[in-house]
């Protein structure tokens, strides 16, 4: 009987302060621009961004994605719609690299172990994830779903049967074309109101799968 290997991929950077040649400091314009460039924000973006941490509105927000702190704050239908595109473009780059990096990974182990069965292979192969509106947990959920290669069944919970809204949730987290018509991701209504059965009191994200015609909630990331 072959027994199961788990691989354990450890990358660590470290930095210490007899690693720096320099000790000229940097104005704080440039890193502030540095950063703001990151996340395709302007400089003024990235002051109100830093601002909102530091205001009532925005305590506990400190580790939020700084696209969806002043989505969520926006002004404006312009700007609102402006950090959601951005959202969109860094998510869909960000879930395809992670899904080409789990395929490379696959492939060489099958390679390398071609007897052995990684750890984790049990993860689900499918799943319902429901989810709602304006909700970074959901995104995030959905994201890390799909990075692992897994099959996604959206079910939104607050759309009322909008079509609009569900192809414009399923455009702000990144859900391609393709997904769509290979079935990999279904984009789905919860009329029934199944998230409230399955969630039994907790947020969303829920992520469950059905067998043998029972529901069993898994945990989301």
Known sequence: ???????L????????????????EVPQGIDTLSQATQWGLTESDWARYQALLQSPQGFGMSMSNPLVVLGRFA????????YAEQLM????????????????????WKKSNPNLTPI???????IALFVRRDCAACDQAFTHWRSQGVGVDVF???????????????????????????KEVTLNHDTQGL????????????????????????ESP
């Open 89 to 108: 473009r860094f998510e869909q780059s960000r879930t395809e690299g992670l899904l080409a990096f789990n395929r490379a990974y696959q492939a060489a």
């Open 156 to 182: 939104m919970t607050d759309s009322l049967g909008n079509d609009l809204a569900l192809k414009q949730w399923a455009s702000e987290v990144g859900v391609r074309k393709r997904e769509v018509s290979q």
């Open 75 to 82: 002004r404006n239908d312009e700007e609102r719609h402006r």
């Open 9 to 24: 991929l450890l990358v660590a950077f470290a930095s210490t302060a007899s690693d720096i040649q320099t000790t000229r």
């Open 1 to 7: 009987m072959i027994k199961r290997v788990g691989l």
């Open 120 to 126: 984790g292979h049990t993860r689900p192969g499918r």
């Open 195 to 218: 998230a409230f059965t399955l969630a039994r009191g907790t947020p969303l994200p829920v992520a469950a799968t059905r067998r043998g015609g029972q529901w069993s909630v898994i």
